[in-house]
């Protein structure tokens, strides 16, 4: 058995030794995106499983060691790792807990020390934290985040974020149930072997591949009439987890809509870019903000390419750039707005409305206050000026009942039938420095 070995601070380590032999057990927020991590992870060396349980034991594990003011992610995350260990068959002397760590002004900073206090009050404090972070936050001798690897997990993002906006414009039109889901894992499996070998990780590799994603997707047969879009949008692990948002997409496709789910890229854009403001706003190192500026606009690149594949496949609708989205909130929120999803929120509900999905589910979790200023708090501006838009929050906490929620969405998906026979008028023109190019259609 692996020796526990503690830093200065009293903090228990990740060693050398428990990377042999451990198992490394990470929570799951974005099924492809995170299915992809997970193997590259285990291309590094570690053992890694994705926890994919969903069931309300999670919820009762949670509230048993997490406060109920604490917002309700956390306590999904906590209580979904706790429950693994306590009854996902594993040795709880042999496995590691993975979680992110972001640094910022969001509650999520502290989920790694509210995990930590939730294992010593199950008595199982010999059981490591090991914190995911590029900010050097928390170091451990068996676990880095090397160069290499940070690149490919880039580009596992944008791969995840293609595939995903891809699969989800074929699903509600397939002829074939059951065939999206298989190109999905095809594809996901097919650019980790190649990034094993060093495939795929180029600018011009990642455009071909780009190209091939579309094709393969667009080759799968659909049927039916367009059907009506919803958009989701909302706190990040809620918007994207299925354990958090009780299968919302699964939902919306059970009711014949077609759900449109703004992708990762934006929201690390957004991180990223929120450095650069701060230097701006509130003073700081020149060198920061050049750097920041720098791997930002690498990201773009790789956004602007994804975007023009999907342009140029001629059959998938695609985003706007991370531009033009931060242009269309302008007049409404300044780009103080960032803890949480901040500004980038309300952005995305007004790409949503300008590229014709009028129809909106924000997902909002306990506990999360940016989200109900930012979510909630800007829908009665939004239909103020665009009357056509249709927006429903709604609220994802422990004692929330899965009925009631689809009951909820349910109202809306009525009002959204109602609304498609009225025409849209033409959305208010943003407020600018770039021009969105976004074409305005109602669905």
Not at 87 to 98: I, Q, S
Not at 131 to 143: A, C, H
Not at 214 to 232: H, L, N, T, Y
Request: with cysteine.
């Amino acid at each position: 058995m692996a020796k526990l070995v503690y830093d200065e601070t009293g903090r228990l380590l990740f060693t050398k030794e428990m990377k042999e032999e451990y198992t490394l057990l990470m929570p799951q927020m974005l099924p492809v995106h995170f299915g992809m991590m997970q193997k590259l992870l285990e291309c590094e060396g570690y053992k890694v499983d994705m926890l994919t349980t969903n069931h309300r034991g999670i919820v009762d594990e949670g509230l048993k060691y997490v406060h109920n003011d604490t917002c309700y992610p956390a306590l999904l995350v906590i209580g979904q790792l706790i429950d693994a260990v306590k009854h996902g068959g594993y040795d709880p002397h042999k496995v590691g807990l993975l979680i992110t760590q972001t640094g910022g002004g969001c509650r999520a900073s502290n989920y790694i020390h509210l995990l930590r206090k939730a294992l010593e009050k199950a008595d199982m404090g010999y059981i490591p934290v090991v914190s995911v972070n590029l900010s050097g936050l928390e170091k451990n001798p068996g676990f880095s985040l090397t160069l290499p690897f940070i690149r490919k997990a880039v580009f596992a993002m944008m791969y995840g974020d293609i595939i995903v906006n891809v699969a989800n414009q074929v699903r509600p039109y397939e002829v074939e149930q059951g065939k999206t889901d298989a190109m999905i894992a095809h594809w996901s499996q097919k650019l980790v072997d190649g990034f094993q070998s060093g495939k795929g990780m180029s600018r011009g590799q990642m455009r071909a591949l780009f190209d091939q994603i579309c094709a393969d997707f667009a080759s799968i047969p659909v049927q039916g009439e367009p059907k009506i879009r919803v958009g989701v949008v909302g706190e990040i692990y809620v918007k994207f987890a299925p354990l958090g948002n009780n299968n919302l997409e699964q939902f919306l496709l059970s009711e014949g809509v077609e759900p449109v789910v703004p992708g990762l890229t934006d929201f690390i854009i957004f991180k990223i870019y929120n450095r650069v403001a701060d230097v701006d706003l509130y003073g700081g190192k020149w060198i920061k903000k050049a750097a920041c500026r720098a791997f930002m606009s690498y990201i773009e690149g790789c956004q602007k390419d994804m975007i023009a594949a999907l342009k140029k496949s001629g059959r998938f609708r695609a985003p706007g750039t991370f531009q033009e989205l931060h242009s269309l909130v302008h007049g409404y929120l300044g780009d103080g707005n960032k803890m949480g999803e901040g500004w980038l929120l309300t952005a995305e509900m007004l790409e949503l409305i300008h590229s014709g999905t009028n129809n909106i589910v924000c997902t909002q979790p306990f506990g999360c206050l940016p989200n109900h200023i930012v979510g909630k708090g800007m829908i009665r501006k939004l239909k103020d000026e665009y009357p056509y838009s249709n927006v429903v929050a709604i609220d994802y906490d422990p004692g929330a009942t899965k009925i009631n929620q689809e009951n909820r969405i349910k109202l809306m998906l009525a009002n959204a039938k109602g609304l498609t026979h009225q025409e849209s008028p033409a959305p208010r023109a943003p407020q600018p420095e770039v021009a969105p190019k976004l074409a305005h259609a109602h669905s």
